[in-house]
């Protein structure tokens, strides 16, 4: 079982740049794709960014491109989401999920454990 959580989260002003961390532990860190979803109130949970077991690709939802970078340190076994240029819309729980058996997620039923969350806030 593994069991993952979240950090970073805040209230920023719109433009503003956050750093979420997540950290994993109860299983091998390298042996799973790693991802970012974000929920907003009264919408779906949605796929922000995704990164393979050993960091060597990287995949964003279209509307975070440029701004937010996704990162991993296998050593650490934690994974970052460094978000730019930040804006109202960006406002959302943010949770990092864990997958075992694919090697680049989109869904949330692709993938195995979840963090409990972060809150993000972006005032304009």
């Known amino acids: 079982q593994v069991q993952m959580v979240e950090s970073g989260g805040g209230l920023v002003q719109a433009g503003g740049s956050l750093r979420l961390s997540c950290t994993a532990s109860?299983?091998?860190?390298?042996?799973?794709?790693m991802g970012w979803f974000r929920q907003a109130p009264g919408k779906e949970r949605e796929f922000v960014a995704g990164?393979?077991?050993?960091?060597?690709?990287?995949y964003y939802v279209d509307s975070v491109k440029g701004r937010f970078t996704i990162s991993r340190d296998n050593a650490k076994n934690t994974v970052y989401l460094q978000m730019n240029s930040l804006k109202p819309e960006d406002t959302a729980v943010y949770y990092c999920?864990?997958?075992?058996?694919?090697?680049?997620?989109?869904?949330?039923?692709?993938?195995?454990?979840w963090g409990q969350g972060t809150q993000v806030t972006v005032s304009s």
């Open positions: 990164i393979t077991r050993y960091g060597s690709n990287t």
């Open positions: 109860g299983g091998t860190f390298s042996m799973y794709a």
């Open positions: 999920a864990a997958s075992g058996g694919r090697l680049y997620p989109l869904k949330m039923d692709e993938y195995d454990y």
